[in-house]
């Protein structure tokens, strides 16, 4: 017992044991969840539940930020605040081009879950590797956020420039590379990313890729590329890991629910991207402005992000107020 306590209470990077152990618990609870009892079976869904289910994970999100802002304190608290807002609507950026992933590959919407749930788990992993190397850079070498910021300004700058242009997945290096390096099937084997089939030119029975497995890549290394920009932001906000873990995370688990209510509508939302680039110049430039006005309350990061989303958001619904209602089919 006394060996158990000692665990639970000791630090791993500034936060006792047992307070990473009970976030990780209410992580695996909520995947398992999902999983288990809401989508045990392969179906499509619909926008009304995508808004009950995003509606779910973002109350969640919202009473753990109660329970850090009672445990850590109002400033700790806040700051979770701000990060989860920020990364959420970072996040809103993945879902055009994870749209644009399943258009190009053809996977009708009761697959979509299957790719962005095993996407999600991915992403858990991969935020937590990027969240605790870039905790060690700032620990060692403050200088670094300096480079974060100016790199956030940099990106935010270039979305800014770019908002209009669409990816090309077709040639995308990563798809070309599977593509040339894997056995790849033609078309959909329901909802297997592998399959077990006949080699055309040899008979031999080979293991091969579906196109369901080359979306889940992509949606993966797309979450990697968003994640340059969203972990360097949050760094922006607090340098705690912890905060800047549970933020990220709590924010991702809810994209795959939100998806499908924004995919559908995903034409309403075509000023957003502007909003966001905006998000990305203000937070990198409070990484310089400390040093001129002091540090930024967290207050009025997580007023001016939310401010700028909601304007682009609002801007986004006016001019395309003359645009068909939301497609459910999307």
């Known amino acids: 017992m006394d060996l158990l306590n000692s665990f639970l209470s000791a630090d791993f990077m500034d ?53 850090v802002w009672w445990y850590l304190g109002a400033e700790s608290g806040m700051d979770y605040y701000t990060g989860f807002m920020i990364e959420k609507s970072l996040s809103m950026d993945n879902v055009f081009v994870i749209a644009l992933i399943f258009t190009f590959f053809a996977i009708p919407r009761q697959y979509q879950h299957r790719v962005l749930f095993w996407g999600i788990l991915g992403a858990i992993v991969l935020r937590g590797i990027m969240i605790a190397l870039g905790a060690t850079l700032v620990s060692q070498f403050s200088w670094v956020l300096y480079l974060f910021g100016a790199f956030l300004i940099f990106t935010g700058i270039k979305m800014w420039i770019i908002a209009d242009h669409s990816p090309d997945i077709a040639n995308n290096p990563l798809l070309k590379f599977l593509k040339r390096h894997m056995r790849v099937v033609e078309g959909l084997r329901g909802n297997a990313f592998w399959v077990r089939e006949p080699d055309p030119k040899t008979g031999k029975l080979e293991r091969f890729a579906t ?84 540090k930024i309350p967290a207050v009025i990061s997580l007023s001016v992000t939310f401010g700028l989303i909601a304007g682009g958001v609002l801007v986004s619904l006016w001019k395309t107020r003359d645009q068909p209602g939301i497609n459910q089919s999307t």
């Open 15 to 67: 936060k006792p044991a047992w307070v990473w152990l009970t976030f990780v618990g209410i992580v695996i609870a909520l995947l398992a969840f999902d999983l288990g009892v809401l989508h045990k079976e392969d179906k499509e869904i619909g926008v009304r539940e995508s808004l009950l289910l995003s509606g779910g994970y973002i109350s969640a999100a919202l009473l753990f930020g109660a329970w």
């Open 211 to 294: 196109p369901l497995f080359l979306a889940l890549v992509l949606v993966e290394f797309v979450d990697l590329i968003f994640a340059v920009d969203s972990v360097p932001a949050i760094f922006a906000i607090t340098t705690d890991p912890f905060i800047v873990y549970t933020s990220n995370i709590f924010a991702i688990l809810g994209l795959r629910a939100l998806y499908f209510a924004l995919a559908a509508m995903i034409q309403r939302f075509k000023y957003l991207k502007f909003a966001l680039a905006l998000v990305l110049v203000f937070i990198g430039s409070k990484i310089f402005l400390v040093g001129i006005i002091g």
